[in-house]
T-cell receptor, first 111, second 115 residues
Framework: GESVGLHLPTLSVQEGDNSIINCAYSNSASDYFIWYKQESGKGPQFIIDIRSNMDKRQGQRVTVLLNKTVKHLSLQIAATQPGDSAVYFCAETGTGNQFYFGTGTSLTVIP | DTGVSQDPRHKITKRGQNVTFRCDPISEHNRLYWYRQTLGQGPEFLTYFQNEAQLEKSRLLSDRFSAERPKGSFSTLEIQRTEQGDSAMYLC?????????????FGPGTRLTVT
């Protein structure tokens, strides 16, 4: 079956620094990827998505990079703020009917 | 509030009892998903509806679990004969289902504790 994993379970960064969260996926048939942010006690919140026909997509302060050759996805957060502290998940899907989430990376921003 | 809502937010039940959760998606969304999330883990896909049709169901989903979306709007997830291992957060998400985005909007979840 599909598996989505994250390289680092925890990440601490200084406020103002850039953060990079990594994710590996195993299903080469997946063609759509999403990054979610989940704060304590809340449901996941969509951050940014990318299709497999792209290798980079930028949002507000966030950039997602996709390397299909090595099945790797990363989320870059620029100028990290205390409000960015949360658990970040990547998720993948092929058809949009089933989504597979990774374990998550807990990001802590140090003021 | 026009987001995804779930009811109840918390449920404590004794082992062996049946429980039912409700999800109200965003009104124009035709895709609805149920997930289960345990502490420290990512959401685990359970099932997916497009309108009223249940199109996908996880192989991991026990036959004690059943979900419905009778009119293509709200959905219910029932767990029969609950076990302690069913204790988790149950999340519902909806998406528009058109265009190139599968952006899902999640509800706040129902936290189930089986004693």
């Amino acid at each position: 079956g599909e598996s989505v994993g994250l390289h680092l379970p925890t990440l601490s960064v200084q406020e103002g620094d850039n953060s990079i969260i990594n994710c590996a996926y195993s299903n080469s048939a997946s063609d759509y990827f999403i990054w979610y942010k989940q704060e304590s006690g809340k449901g996941p919140q969509f951050i940014i998505d990318i299709r497999s026909n792209m290798d980079k997509r930028q949002g507000q302060r966030v950039t997602v990079l996709l390397n299909k050759t090595v099945k790797h996805l990363s989320l870059q957060i620029a100028a990290t703020q205390p409000g960015d502290s949360a658990v970040y998940f990547c998720a993948e899907t092929g058809t949009g009917n089933q989504f597979y989430f990774g374990t998550g990376t807990s990001l802590t921003v140090i003021p | 509030d026009t987001g995804v809502s779930q009811d109840p937010r918390h449920k404590i039940t004794k082992r062996g009892q049946n429980v039912t959760f409700r999800c109200d998606p965003i009104s124009e969304h035709n895709r609805l998903y149920w997930y289960r999330q345990t502490l420290g883990q990512g959401p685990e896909f359970l099932t997916y509806f497009q309108n009223e049709a249940q199109l996908e169901k996880s192989r991991l989903l026990s036959d004690r679990f059943s979900a419905e979306r009778p009119k293509g709007s709200f959905s219910t997830l029932e767990i029969q004969r609950t076990e302690q291992g069913d204790s988790a957060m149950y999340l519902c998400a909806s998406s528009h289902g058109t265009g190139s985005s599968y952006e899902q909007y999640f509800g706040p979840g129902t936290r189930l504790t089986v004693t």
